[in-house]
């Protein structure tokens, strides 16, 4: 399982910043349902096995917890936003993504975070049961702030009111 998982998850990764281009979005919108195909077939095995291994994590419940919480949420945002481009909602679609990818992005986190921690807190197994939380929640956090700070079509709202394309 985690063979699928850590594939899986790493291809989301990469690709899931090509989702979210503009000009590919408006020039190329094949090119874009083929990503998020791509994206959404990773997500779904890699979630799956998320889940599967959430329940045997080195730390615990806590780690337990706060991984297949995070398993459940990714795939959980993937699903709605794919629900609500399949019925048309482009803007929830696209807000749902967003969220989808802030998940996904805790790999990213993770990585930099457990080594500092298990420094930190000097044992291993503290800095896995606050990293299975620390990765994904202030990423869930920022992705929301940041959804706060742009329109419906994108363009992100400037504290002076002025526009620019997010």
Request: net charge positive.
């Amino acid at each position: 399982m985690d063979h699928v998982h850590f594939t899986c998850g790493g291809i989301a990764l990469i690709v899931g910043p090509f989702s979210f281009r503009r000009d590919a979005l408006a020039q190329k919108p094949a090119v874009h349902r083929a990503i998020g195909w791509l994206y959404m077939t990773c997500v779904l095995l890699s979630g799956t096995a998320a889940l599967l291994m959430a329940t045997n994590s080195i730390a615990g419940i806590a780690s337990h917890l706060g991984f297949g919480i995070l398993g459940v949420l990714w795939l959980g945002t993937s699903v709605v936003g794919l629900a609500h481009v399949k019925r048309g909602n482009v803007v929830a679609h696209r807000r749902w993504m967003v969220r989808s990818y802030a998940l996904c992005f805790a790999a990213a986190t993770l990585r930099p975070q457990l080594p500092i921690l298990a420094l930190a807190f000097g044992d291993f197994q503290t800095a896995y049961r606050v990293v299975s939380w620390s990765c994904w929640v202030p990423n869930l956090i920022f992705a929301e702030l940041w959804l706060r700070r742009t329109r419906p079509n994108g363009t992100w709202i400037r504290a002076d009111g002025a526009r620019r394309a997010a």
